[in-house]
């Protein structure tokens, strides 16, 4: 395949192409990059798929956005990574379930090693070669949707660390166009030190999180593949990078920080109830727990009036297994 250099690209083309990452007994491993550069100078926005690689939504999405994007019209430069973590991606032997990126190679989760280590493991390594681009960029978009387990709410993800970069993150997560926005702190497993967006944006590159995906379903749906690539549009245009009116929903609200599990009080077959993105009243029934013969063990219901974040879709239940992630809705993002 061969070392592609992603930032040699010449302005007004296009090109597609597999990094070397690693190539040595222990490991061979490389990285697929597209890459369109605009006829006029602008920004760099990168997108990747595939940190989490069974989230199938955002490599989809990705993909599409290389064949979708051309060089006529588009100021600036375009990068989209498909798949950050291959080792992953091809790994697909049933009895290893390699949800949540963990790289069958070293046991490491790619998205806690990050800037990553040229030097290192081949999971830092990979890191350190995603890191090399992203760092290079004005804007990140990481393209996410829920993992094999579960069905997910459609958002988006800032990271707040206390700089003028906040700013760029949040129009960023609002300009994206869902309807949910979530915001973070370093103090927050998904947004803390080690993290792509916490270190993206601790190098300065403005760096957001897309949520958009039923994971459960490994063929990706239509709508969600395009949650992902309508909102990245939007971004080139809000950013002068693409010229078109945004697209914008009903409404858009932000959601709070605190998490509320709900998990399963007995053991037996989990029936759902609500799923995500519908929004309980605190008390309501969001789900069964029943016996073979149909009688009822457990009644599952919101601990709070909110919105359902993820339902995840087990049948067979044991005692304490989580079913459901809540989230308190908030004010309005003053956006649309």
């Not at 399963?264 to 029943?290: C, H, K, L, N, S």
Request: charged share 20%; glycine share 12%; hydrophobic share 40%.
């Amino acid at each position: 395949m061969g070392d592609f250099k992603p930032l040699e690209v010449e302005p007004g083309s296009k090109d597609f192409g597999y990094v070397n990452v690693l190539d040595n007994l222990a490991a061979k491993v490389e990285m697929p990059v597209g890459v369109v550069n605009g006829g006029e100078p602008g920004p760099t926005l990168i997108v990747t798929g595939g940190l989490y690689p069974t989230e199938y939504c955002g490599v989809e999405a990705a993909s599409r956005l290389y064949r979708l994007i051309e060089p006529e019209g588009l100021k600036g430069r375009f990068i989209t990574v498909p798949v950050v973590n291959m080792p992953v991606f091809r790994f697909r032997t049933r009895w290893l379930n390699l949800r949540s990126s963990v790289t069958p190679f070293d046991g490491l989760n790619i998205n806690a090693v990050f800037p990553g280590d040229p030097n290192g493991t081949p999971t830092r390594a990979v890191a350190h070669t995603l890191f090399q681009l992203v760092k290079e960029a004005d804007y990140h978009v990481d393209f996410r949707g829920g993992d094999l387990p579960e069905s997910h709410l459609d958002h988006t993800i800032y990271l707040k660390i206390g700089k003028p970069i906040d700013e760029t993150s949040e129009a960023m997560a609002e300009a994206f166009g869902l309807r949910y926005v979530l915001p973070g702190t370093p103090e927050i497993g998904h947004t803390s030190p080690g993290t792509l967006i916490y270190e993206a944006v601790a190098a300065g590159t403005a760096s957001i999180i897309s949520e958009a995906g039923l994971g459960y379903r490994t063929q990706p749906l239509e709508e969600f593949v395009m949650a992902h690539v309508d909102g990245t549009v939007n971004l080139l245009k809000h950013f002068g990078m693409l010229e078109g009116e945004l697209k914008k929903p009903e409404w858009q609200r932000f959601l709070d920080m605190e998490w509320r599990g709900v998990t399963a009080p007995v053991a037996g077959v989990f029936t759902a109830v609500a799923d995500q993105g519908d929004i309980p009243e605190v008390g309501e029934v969001i789900g069964r727990i029943t016996d073979l013969d149909g009688s009822v063990l457990a009644e599952i219901t919101a601990p709070v009036t909110g919105v359902v974040h993820s339902m995840f879709p087990r049948r067979v239940v044991y005692p304490g297994d989580r079913l459901y992630t809540l989230l308190k809705i908030g004010d309005e993002t003053g956006w649309v």
